[in-house]
């Protein structure tokens, strides 16, 4: 987890970060101080993390874009984000939630550089975030579940390479890194319990973990697996493959 602190008023953003860090090593927080505040270079570290992070955001910032903008771009790259507004803006607390932002809080710098007030309301803000993390944390990690005659099935998502459907039958195969299932179940249901984890369900005849893809060779129309598994497509099907890395850039 990486903590940004967002401020264009050196001073501010120097003190908000020894409040800050403060708390969330009192806290136990086990994270990261990101080095850099301006919004592009904010967006850019976003998008080699996977989150969720914590962002504390001036509203107001000398930049082209400003805090509200700002977290409304974050929420792309990390939708379970915790976005908290640190401004004197008071007034413009409606319109953080117009922007469906989905504010975490909203600390007001009345008291800057007053330690004995402002840190309590930081903590606040941290103490909130701290449950919902352990929240997150204890929610069960999504999974397949079949039955397939006396055959029950359950799978964590994560665990499977690919999904396979087996020609002229009603069948569907579901390979492992070191193991395949034989399941007399259509290729489409099962994509139906697909749908949280990280694959590509376009082909007609395969659903590939993405996160399970070694390399993509489109010319050949060859993928292969972390397993060793090496999957042919004709070159109008690895195209679906193609146009979807492409919206990913």
Same mark, same amino acid.
């Given at each position: 987890m990486k903590v940004f602190i967002s401020d264009d008023q050196e001073q501010q953003r120097l003190w908000l970060t020894d409040i800050i860090t403060a708390q969330l090593d009192e806290l136990g927080f086990n994270y990261e101080l990101a080095s850099v505040w301006q919004p592009d270079d904010v967006l850019d570290a976003v998008k080699k993390t996977s989150g969720p %992070?914590? !962002?504390f955001l001036d509203i107001v910032l000398k930049q082209a874009t400003n805090g509200i903008e700002l977290a409304s771009k974050i929420r792309d790259y990390d939708p379970d984000g915790f976005i908290v !507004? #640190? /401004?004197v803006r008071e007034d413009m607390m409606p319109e953080t939630l117009n922007a469906m932002t989905t504010p975490t809080g909203f600390i007001s710098k009345m008291d800057l550089f007053n330690r004995e007030k402002f840190a309590p309301h930081v903590r606040e803000v941290l103490e909130v975030i701290k449950k919902r993390l352990g929240t997150l944390n204890e929610a069960p990690e999504p999974t397949l %579940? &079949?039955? /397939? @005659?006396?055959l029950l099935l359950k799978l *964590? &998502? *994560?665990d499977i390479v690919y999904c396979e459907k087996v020609h002229g039958l009603r069948t569907a195969r579901i390979v492992t890194e070191n193991q395949g299932y034989l399941v007399h179940k259509n290729l489409s249901t099962i994509k139906e319990? &697909? #749908?949280s984890g990280h694959f590509f369900n376009d082909f007609q005849s395969y659903a590939l973990n993405l996160d399970k893809i070694v390399t993509v060779n489109f %010319?050949? @129309?060859l993928v292969t697996m972390t397993n060793g598994d090496a999957l042919s497509f004709s070159r109008g099907t690895i195209k679906k493959l193609r146009a979807y890395y492409q919206t990913q850039e």
């Amino acid at each position: 987890m990486k903590v940004f602190i967002s401020d264009d008023q050196e001073q501010q953003r120097l003190w908000l970060t020894d409040i800050i860090t403060a708390q969330l090593d009192e806290l136990g927080f086990n994270y990261e101080l990101a080095s850099v505040w301006q919004p592009d270079d904010v967006l850019d570290a976003v998008k080699k993390t996977s989150g969720p %992070n914590i !962002y504390f955001l001036d509203i107001v910032l000398k930049q082209a874009t400003n805090g509200i903008e700002l977290a409304s771009k974050i929420r792309d790259y990390d939708p379970d984000g915790f976005i908290v !507004y #640190v /401004s004197v803006r008071e007034d413009m607390m409606p319109e953080t939630l117009n922007a469906m932002t989905t504010p975490t809080g909203f600390i007001s710098k009345m008291d800057l550089f007053n330690r004995e007030k402002f840190a309590p309301h930081v903590r606040e803000v941290l103490e909130v975030i701290k449950k919902r993390l352990g929240t997150l944390n204890e929610a069960p990690e999504p999974t397949l %579940n &079949l039955h /397939s @005659g006396a055959l029950l099935l359950k799978l *964590k &998502l *994560k665990d499977i390479v690919y999904c396979e459907k087996v020609h002229g039958l009603r069948t569907a195969r579901i390979v492992t890194e070191n193991q395949g299932y034989l399941v007399h179940k259509n290729l489409s249901t099962i994509k139906e319990q &697909l #749908v949280s984890g990280h694959f590509f369900n376009d082909f007609q005849s395969y659903a590939l973990n993405l996160d399970k893809i070694v390399t993509v060779n489109f %010319n050949k @129309g060859l993928v292969t697996m972390t397993n060793g598994d090496a999957l042919s497509f004709s070159r109008g099907t690895i195209k679906k493959l193609r146009a979807y890395y492409q919206t990913q850039e």
